[in-house]
């Protein structure tokens, strides 16, 4: 019996880490752009974050954020919010909210105690990324995640430092 040698592409996992909202949102500008339809988007941050970056008033409800989000990714895209005690409140927008949010005995995977390490080394992340945008997030950065085909995410990564053309 001889078996097919197939060429099969696997999606790759991207983290990049942005200092405030305006450097994301033009990441995601070029993306929009470049038309990556095959990538899959998360985006990480720090609820509290979020509102100093949009100059409006801390809130338990999340409400604005995810407006913010179906603005800016469509209104079918998944929003979830989780606590963990490192982190504080985080929000969640994208493919992988589900992964976060996933419960093992009725606690989202993402408030214990490896919480979002745990869930960035599942999903392909290494220890030194995992480590870093963990360090990232605490600090308040957000964390972009990007699954695709590795000919998408260079060309993302390439891009992704200029600015938009107005």
């Keep these: 019996m001889r078996s097919a040698?197939?060429?099969?592409?696997?999606?790759q996992i991207y983290f990049?880490?942005?200092?405030?909202?305006?450097?994301?949102?033009?990441?995601?500008?070029h993306l929009e752009e470049q038309r990556f339809l095959q990538v899959q988007v998360s985006v990480l941050g720090k609820s509290e974050q979020f509102h100093v970056d949009k100059n409006t008033a801390i809130s338990k409800d999340t409400d604005t954020i995810k407006t913010y989000w179906e603005s800016r990714l469509g209104n079918t895209m998944n929003?979830?919010?989780?606590?963990?005690?490192?982190?504080?409140?985080?929000?969640?927008?994208?493919?992988?909210?589900?992964?976060?949010?996933?419960?093992i005995n009725g606690k989202s995977l993402a408030t214990l105690s490896s919480g979002p390490y745990g869930v960035f080394r599942g999903i392909g992340a290494s220890e030194a990324q995992a480590t870093h945008c963990l360090k990232q997030l605490n600090d308040g950065n957000y964390v972009l995640i990007l699954r695709g085909f590795e000919q998408?995410?260079?060309?993302?990564d390439a891009l992704s430092c200029r600015p938009i053309d107005k």
Excluded: C, M, R, W
């Design 79 to 103: 929003f979830g919010t989780f606590y963990n005690p490192q982190t504080g409140s985080v929000f969640i927008v994208g493919s992988l909210v589900s992964t976060f949010l996933h419960k």
């Design 5 to 11: 040698n197939y060429n099969i592409k696997e999606k």
């Design 16 to 29: 990049k880490v942005y200092q405030d909202l305006p450097q994301l949102e033009n990441a995601l500008k």
């Design 152 to 156: 998408e995410l260079q060309a993302f």
